[in-house]
Every structure is written in C-alpha cells, then in structure tokens.
C-alpha cells in the first residue's frame, strides 16, 4: 500500500502527460502480482466497494487526538483526509510487535468483503501501520475521493507500455478482463498467450478526424470523399452480441472505451439486433435535436431516474457500422460499411435510433456553403446542433486511432469576443516558469460606472512566440500578486486584449457574471486595440439568449 | 577586527536592583527591538539596530547587521560577515558552545541548537532563574552542525514554526532517496531542488553524499558563498559546479541546488525540462507544495517537528514555557494540557520567509 501511495503520491503533482506514464509503466514494472493489478483497477475505476463516510474518519480522529489540535490543524490544512493521515498518532507497539503495513492487495480485498461494523476497527488497523503517504491513499481510496488526474485511458496505456504493446489492444480486450489482471500482465510480460476477450459485446477502439485546415483543400478531390454532419453531442459505440445462451448483451461506450451503459438504461432496448454502431448521443424532444447544454443536464448523474429519463429523452444517431452479427466490417470501406449501416438501421426500425444523414455536394464551394447554413443544406430545424461537417474517403477501412488523410472534421466557425487579460496564473511542469493561464473579462454596467468582470479562463490557443510576448506583458505590467496568481493592469486605455474563441455558452450561477464558456482558447492577441472597445457583457447575454432555451431540471 | 573589541562584559554594569526570585519578565521581555534582557543590557536576535546583540544563528531574520556589539559562536559572525560586509557590525565578540560569560547582572551562556551551523541557543541566568532562549532549533540529524543539546531550565522560550501536529517530517534520508529515484527515472530532465542557502543547502547536498550520490551538483549563483564556507569549516560536500555557464544538454541528469525563489523563475528555462523539487517542513501540507508548483516536495527541515518540540519541551523540565514565532495556539494548548505554564509570546520580524516572494540575496530558511 505504500508503494501505491507513493506512485498516487507523486502523480498528483506531475503535471505531464508522458511524465505521469513513465511513473505508473515504472510502478507496474517494480512491483509484482497481484498488487499492480489492483492498481491499475484503483486507477481505472474498476474497483467497487462500499465507500466509508468522511463521519466515520472524523470519529476516528476524535477518539484519539485533541479536538483543539484537530482543529486547529484541519483549519490550516483544509482536508479532512489529509488532516486525519499527518496527524494520526504513531501507534504504540512494542518492536518485536510491528506487523507489516498491508498491502493493496489486502486492503482492497478485505474492502469487498467487510460488514460495515467491522470497518472502523479494520481502518484503525491499517492507519496504525501505514506512513503519512500511505495513510492519506488509503482515506482517499476508502472514501471514493482518489482524484488524482488519470484517466483509465492513461491508466492502460502505461500498462501497455509495459510489453511495447499498442493500448488499443488492451481497450479490445479490457471488457472481458478483471481485477487482478494477472493474464493481462502475463500477456504484457511475455509470459503467456494474449487474453481472449469473451465479453459478446466489446468495445472497440474508435477512429478519429484530423481538423481540416484551409490549405488541405486544394490536395483532396471532392470526388473521393462523402461529407456528413457532425453532430454536438456525445461519440459513443453501441454494441450488441449474444452471449452463450444466446441472449442479446447491450452496452454503450464512451469513445475512451468507457462502458456508459449504466447512464442511459432507456437506450438499451433498442439495441436488440447483434452489431457495434459508432454514432452520436443527442437528447431529441419531438423530433428535434436539442443543444449540447440540455444533453449536458443528463451526464454525470448518480441516479438516472425516470424523470430525467422522460424530459431528456436519449437518441442515438449513426455514423457507421463496425459489425454486423458475427462480421467485422472494420477492413471494409466506408461506402460499404455505410450500405450496411443503412439496411441495418431500417432493420431495427426504431425511433431512438437512425441515420445521420450525408450531404450532398460537388464542389468544395458547395459543401462551404452547405457548411455555413446547414439549414439550408438539409439539416433542417437540427441546424443549430450542428457542429460542421466530417469528410470521410469512400475507401478508409475502419482504423484505430488518428490515421493521416482518412476523416477530415470542419467545425463551424467558433465563437469569438474581445476579452481583456484581468489576472495571470503560472502554468504546470515546462510552462511552470511561464505565466500561461490566463482569466479575461468583458466590460459591464457598474456602480462607479464601466468595469470589467471575468467571464472565463484560457491557457491554450496561442503560440510559443505569443506566449513570451504575453508572460513579458504580465511581468511587466502586474499590479498585485497573490501566490502564484498575478493582477494584469486592466483600465479602459491600459491592459492587453486577448481575442477569445470558444463553442458555446451556458448560465452558470457559479460565475460572478453568470455566464460560462465552453472551450475557451486564446486566438488572436489584439496589441492594436484599447481595452475599452472590447466586448460587453450584453454581448454574450445576447449569443447566449440566441441559444435553444434550456429546461430547469 | 575579530577580538580587537573591548569584551561587552567589561563595558557594562548592570544597574537593576536585586531581588530575591526574578520574574521571568524582569529578565527577558519583548521589546519592539526583539527580545531584550535589561539587566544584561542586550537584545537576543534584534530586529532593529541595538547597542549590544546577541544572536542565535545566522539566518538573515535573526543576525541582521547595524548593532554596535555583537556577541555570537564563530561560524554565525563568519556568516554575517559573509553576507553583509566586514563592518556589519561596531564591534564583534566570539562565544563557544559551553562557555559562559558575565553580561551585566546575568550569565549568557551557547548551546548547540542543531539548526545550521553556528547556531545556538542562548541560556541566560539571573540569580537562580535560568531562561533559555532557542532560537530556531531541531533535534533531528544533521551532518553538516552539531547536534542539539538539551538544556534543562526554569523557562524556555520556544519557536513554533511547525507547531501544529501535521507537521512530522520524518527521516530527511527517505526523502533524498526519493530525489535519487526520480532523477533514475527520468535522466533526460534536470532535477531543481529549492532549498535556502544557508544550511538547508549543504544539509541535502550532504544527505545526497551520504546516499551514495557522488556525481557533481550543481549550485545557483547565489548558494556559493555559504556553501564554501562550509567547505572550509571541514564540511565534506563533494564535487561542486555552478551552474552557470554550463550547457543546458549537459545539465540533463544532474542536480542543481538553487534558493526557492528561483525555482519558478524565468532562470528555470536555461534546464531540460525541469522536475522542481522544494525541500522544506511545508512540504508536508499537500496545498503548500501546489500552491508554489512544486512536482517534487521533499520534507526535509531545519526545525523541529511537532514531535519534536512537545518531546524538547517536556525534557527541559521547565514549568513555563513561551511560544513564539509560528504556531503559537496549537502549541500553547498543548503545555496547557500537560499542565504547563504557558503563553505566546509576541515577537515580531521572524518571517515567514515563504509566504512572500524573497529577493534571493536575503532570503531566508525554514
């Protein structure tokens, strides 16, 4: 368990991505059997157990230190787990008395099995055993609370580093895998055959799009390529297989492979006929699809209760078909797997479910066209969900990952407003000596007139040389700092003007102006304009109210 | 200059009139100055410029320069000297570890705190009182100063820095190794450890020799100074190279010691894709270590931990104890709980060097 909580330990202040994989690859690589299996389950969210009660922790802590010094000490570290792991008593025992801390292992297999009366005294066991590190991991994990910044993805990809093996292999057999792991790590360490995913329902690795850009066009023939629209709302793969009964199993992916299923249990009986859909997830309300923000309201909900399930109802729109039955369709070209995708779908003849349509064109000019008023150009009254348009080649199999010169995707152009620069925030690992965070605001009615209110924060979209330019700007122009956190001058005719790209906007009570952005990045810096003729506050509550309303939930 | 002064106990008389049993207020009091002893006629660690000094370690939030005598061990006059110029101070008077000396109406007498080298703490007795002022101190080891020695007395007036029980810092070679694994791990990146330059330093410079470490490191511009003059006091701390100058492809895999204000600073990008490292008691707190950006906290401090001051204050025996400088009411609560006398005591100047950003010249530690 220390072991673990050091890796934890050390991730949650790594701040690169490749970094991050070369600390859980070494930790996979030092430590044995079953110990790195429960880890990579912990880190992937695969493990399941009651979760104990920060009340409990508290009670704990309070049989055994002063309540003064508790608090005292919780005031100045501002986390209770953190609190309780440096100031639990070292526990008295005699020397020749010192067990061994324990293992993940044994934590979290005790975990699955212990009757809620008896974990108080098993977690003042482990706390009396374990160090600082190990203490503070162990309240996290027994909590629910291990936030740490890894995704599963990340997770499996370094255990594929392990054996120099492609993640996407993993991702094709991780559904029919389980805790401990022990045939994956075999397979990874050479030391046996590649695990057999028998789940009748896998996922499987998704293919992406390159963004297009202007200069790309004039290299492609129209001709070669079928155009679709690109839907904003969620990339999912819908499976259906029979199992060995021959009953149907169904389940829904995330595009990192994610079972999501769980979160739309409306969806599932649609998904009656054996084959792997990739499409969108969008919520339809007669016939119309509604906006990113309304199928917003349904994620990462707890409980999906009937309620949410009537006024968000779940539609799946297709893209393509991966497997029909017992085929992979993967090596075919996209025409034929669309012909499929087609019968297939009337096959079902469901309303939760149908096809994305293609748009027609001949010429780039048209399909810029069609691009710009989607109304127009058969989307209809589902323009607005309408995030641009994908161009697929004719003849691209189904391929993992991002492969060159296959899909092409071409938002829409974004949403853009002049912000000014308010407050700059040093960046992580290589930008950690770089001022590269930036929160930007817009002006606004106040009461000693005009002033300026931050409507969100960016750290991305500019340029190596942009970002010297703006970290010279704030170093020289601070007014106040505040930990890491600097004060950029920002009055009507001094201060930088960031032009700020973003998808979309939504109400965000949380937010002193009320609005947040979704994908905000920097696009342009504006040294040529004066603060004062960046963008208003009304401006946004304009392109918010041109949104399609939302439904209070 | 060293020794040509008049010796400051010859210089003054005390003028206070006996009592039989002093309070201990009567004896040291906090003053705006600093801590100030009327009948010895001197300050302990002034903050402002005073007639006579008497001070407990080099750091610059104690030994500061501008006093007209100045009474302090060898190696903290070095260093003073070091830092701000031969006429720091009117005149200068050395003490040893053990010796005593009459000021006035009291007897002043150094024993080793275990800070960083040269540091003291300062036994003052009057009458039958014996008040010991600690100054910084730590009971964990160190092989760059000589250990702490507990000094039984009547009072003793203690600092809190870490006074709060999170604050454990554990064996400060568990951290070096940490430091030592990450640099295997990732040997195409320089590792940056912010540690103060005076003690901190040469004390993970030497914790990284007696791991087995025995590559150059690397020092900052401004750690030179003191670093060499721990050398020349028979400090073994191995090949040294400044880091200037060097090529930032040949610093990949090394260590480079640096004050902490410059671990974030523009100086950083002349490293292939630094790990920062911090070594310091705050590193114990997990918002601390975020709120600077560190990717590598390591526990390593010149002050005692909890366990430490509560085991150094019960082991005095002293019936009243004063709190100063850090966690005073966490600290206070406790030798109440145990039935002590005990107060905070108000002294203010003593920083806490972190919470702003320091000029690198006069940074100090912790």
């Known amino acids: ?553 | 200059m060293r020794g040509s002064s008049p010796r400051m106990t010859g210089e003054y008389r005390g003028t206070a009139a006996y009592m039989t049993s002093m309070r201990p207020q009567d004896i040291l009091l906090p003053a705006a100055a600093g801590l100030c002893c009327k009948p010895g006629g001197f300050h302990i660690d002034p903050v402002r410029p005073v007639e006579r000094a008497v001070i407990t370690h080099g750091h610059s939030d104690h030994a500061r320069a501008g006093h007209g005598a100045v009474l302090a061990t060898q190696e903290t006059l070095d260093m003073m000297r070091l830092r701000y110029g031969e006429n720091f101070a009117g005149s200068t008077q050395v003490i040893r570890y053990g010796e005593e000396i009459q000021l006035g109406d009291v007897r002043v007498k150094f024993h080793p705190a275990g800070h960083v080298l040269g540091s003291a703490q300062i036994a003052v007795t009057c009458k039958d009182t014996c008040i010991v002022a600690s100054g910084d101190y730590k009971d964990a080891r160190d092989p760059t100063c000589t250990p702490f020695e507990l000094v039984p007395c009547d009072v003793f007036i203690t600092e809190a820095t870490f006074g709060l029980p999170v604050f454990r810092h554990g064996d400060a070679a568990d951290e070096v190794k940490k430091l030592l694994a990450s640099v295997a791990l990732f040997p195409e990146r320089a590792h940056l450890v912010g540690a103060y330059s005076l003690g901190k330093a040469q004390r993970v410079i030497a914790l990284l020799r007696q791991a087995g470490y025995d590559a150059p490191i690397y020092l900052h511009g401004a750690m030179e100074t003191i670093t060499e003059y721990y050398q020349s006091r028979g400090i073994d701390l191995g090949e040294l190279r400044p880091v200037k100058g060097v090529k930032k492809a040949a610093l990949a895999g090394t260590i480079t010691l640096a004050p902490p204000s410059a671990t974030s600073d523009l100086w950083t990008r002349r490293f292939p894709d630094p790990v920062t490292a911090f070594a310091s008691g705050w590193m114990r707190v997990r918002a601390r270590a975020r709120q600077r950006g560190v990717e590598l906290p390591l526990v390593i401090s010149d002050h005692a931990d909890w366990d430490g001051l509560t085991a150094t204050i019960a082991a005095t025996g002293a019936g009243e104890i004063r709190v100063t400088h850090g966690q005073e009411d966490a600290l206070v609560h406790w030798c109440r709980s145990k039935g002590l006398k005990a107060q905070p005591l108000d002294l203010v100047g003593y920083g806490d060097e972190e919470e702003s950003e320091t000029p690198i010249a006069d940074e100090a530690e912790a």
């Open chain 1, 1 to 553: 368990m220390n072991r673990f909580a050091e890796l934890l330990d050390r991730l949650a202040y790594e701040p690169g991505r490749n970094n991050k994989l070369r600390l859980i690859t070494c930790y996979f690589r030092e430590v044995g059997d079953p110990d790195r299996g429960y880890a990579l389950a912990a880190l992937t969210g695969a493990l399941s157990f009651k979760h104990a009660k920060p009340a409990l922790i508290r009670d704990l802590i309070a049989a055994r230190t002063d309540e003064v010094l508790f608090g005292l000490s919780y005031d100045y570290v501002g986390d209770l787990s953190e609190t309780v792991a440096l100031m639990w008593p070292r526990a008295e025992l005699a020397a020749h008395n010192n067990p061994p801390s324990p293992t993940l292992t044994e934590v979290v297999t005790t975990l699955r099995t212990l009757g809620k009366t008896e974990l108080p005294k098993q977690l003042e066991r482990w706390l009396d055993e374990l160090d600082e590190t190990g203490r503070w991991a162990l309240l996290k994990l027994v909590t629910g609370a291990l936030r740490i910044g890894i995704s599963a993805r990340l997770a499996k990809t370094a255990a594929a580093a392990l054996g120099d093996k492609d993640p996407h292999e993993i991702e094709l057999i991780w559904p029919g895998l389980s805790p401990p792991y022990l045939d994956l790590f075999a397979w990874l360490e050479g030391r046996g055959e590649k695990p057999v995913n028998r789940d009748p329902a896998p996922f499987r690795p998704v293919m992406l799009a390159h963004a297009i850009e202007d200069g790309d066009f004039a290299a492609l023939d129209p001709v070669d390529y079928i155009a679709e629209w690109k839907w904003d709302g969620i990339r999912v793969q819908a499976v259906a297989g029979r199992d060995d009964r021959g009953h149907i199993t169904a389940r829904l992916y995330s595009r990192t492979g994610e079972d999501i299923t769980g979160s739309f249990p409306d969806l599932v009986p649609s998904l009656r006929l054996p084959g792997a859909i990739d499409g969108e997830l969008l919520i339809l309300r007669e016939g119309r699809v509604q906006s990113f923000n309304v199928l917003q309201q349904r994620l990462n909900r707890k409980v999906v209760s009937p309620k949410l399930i009537k006024e968000f109802p779940i539609h799946l729109r297709a893209y393509d078909l991966l497997g029909d039955d017992e085929n992979d369709l993967r090596e075919l070209p996209f025409v034929e797997r669309r012909e499929r995708l087609e019968t297939f779908v009337r096959k079902l003849d469901d309303s939760r479910i149908d096809l994305s349509p293609t748009v027609p064109f001949a010429s780039w000019e048209a399909l810029t066209a069609a691009r710009a008023d989607p109304a127009s150009a058969g989307a209809g009254e589902d323009a607005d969900a309408v995030e641009g348009v994908m161009l697929k080649r004719r003849d691209a199999p189904y391929l993992p990952g991002r492969p060159k010169g296959q899909w092409w995707k071409w938002k829409r152009d974004p949403h853009i407003i002049d912000a000014v620069l308010m407050y700059a925030q040093r960046g992580h690992g290589k930008r950690s000596s770089y001022y590269s965070d930036y929160t930007f605001g817009v002006w606004t009615k106040g009461e000693g007139g005009d002033e300026l209110v931050p409507v969100g924060k960016a750290y991305f979209g500019f340029t190596d040389e942009e970002l010297l330019q703006i970290d010279r700007f704030v170093r020289r122009n601070t007014t106040e700092k505040f930990g890491p956190v600097r004060h950029v001058v920002h009055e009507g005719d001094k201060g930088l003007v960031l032009e700020v790209a973003f998808e979309g906007l939504q109400r965000s009570p949380r937010h002193k102006s009320g609005i947040a952005m979704r994908f905000p990045r920097i696009s342009r810096l504006r040294w040529d304009k004066p603060p004062r003729e960046a963008d208003r506050l009304e401006t946004l509550e304009r392109m918010l109210n041109a949104e399609p309303a939302e439904i209070e939930v």
